[in-house]
């Protein structure tokens, strides 16, 4: 079981919002079958049946196993994740581009941006899994706390600089077999680049 799955597919997207598919999705971080989320959730066992089937028809849940139980068979399922997150590429025609207004102090830019590394991030976990391999990624999470805005601005200047500082060191356009990476502070290759399924040693 994956810790985060993205999901890309507008159809599996669909089936992961209805509340109820959501709930069954919660209930099976722990294996369970149609009975067991039937006596769970208070519902009919044909009903979770058919929302199991659904959400087994889209990769959202997987056969853990088979039990034979007398004359029957019960079939286990378990979550292919313990969460989800919806990758703008399920969304295409309306999906944001940080590309078309940027603006580094707008709030809807950096939502934009957010997007995209999702998208981005998510094709990467998606072409290294079907290839069972491993994505290199390096993220930085901190916070903060300003005395005032003019601290806060000061941050973003000296930020800024060495970051750029950084770019201006290391990036170098003309490398034979180079792979290029975005930095937002979270640094990952894009996807579609040279070398996007080499392993981690080769990396």
């Not at 066992?45 to 089937?53: A, D, E, F, G, I």
């Amino acid at each position: 079981m994956l810790d985060v799955a993205v999901i890309e597919e507008p159809a599996a997207a669909e089936a992961s919002l209805d509340p109820l598919r959501s709930r069954i999705l919660a209930e099976l971080v722990e294996p369970g079958s149609a009975a067991s989320l039937a006596a769970a959730l208070g519902l009919p066992r044909q009903k979770v049946n058919y929302h199991l089937k659904e959400l087994e028809r889209h990769g959202l849940v997987e056969l853990q196993e088979e039990r034979r139980k007398g004359n029957m068979t019960e079939r286990v399922y378990r979550a292919t994740a313990s969460s989800y997150v919806i990758s703008p590429a399920a969304l295409s025609a309306v999906s944001p581009d940080p590309s078309r207004s940027p603006d580094q102090l707008s709030a809807r830019w950096l939502v934009a941006l957010g997007a995209r590394l999702v998208q981005e991030v998510g094709a990467l976990l998606a072409g290294a899994a079907r290839a069972r391999q491993r994505v290199a990624t390096f993220g930085i999470d901190a916070e903060v706390r300003f005395a005032s805005p003019t601290d806060r601005s000061a941050f973003v200047e000296e930020l800024s600089a060495a970051v750029a500082s950084l770019v201006g060191r290391y990036h170098d356009e003309s490398a034979e077999g180079g792979r290029t990476h975005r930095v937002v502070v979270a640094l990952h290759q894009v996807p579609g680049t040279p070398g996007t399924r080499r392993t981690d040693e080769e990396r």
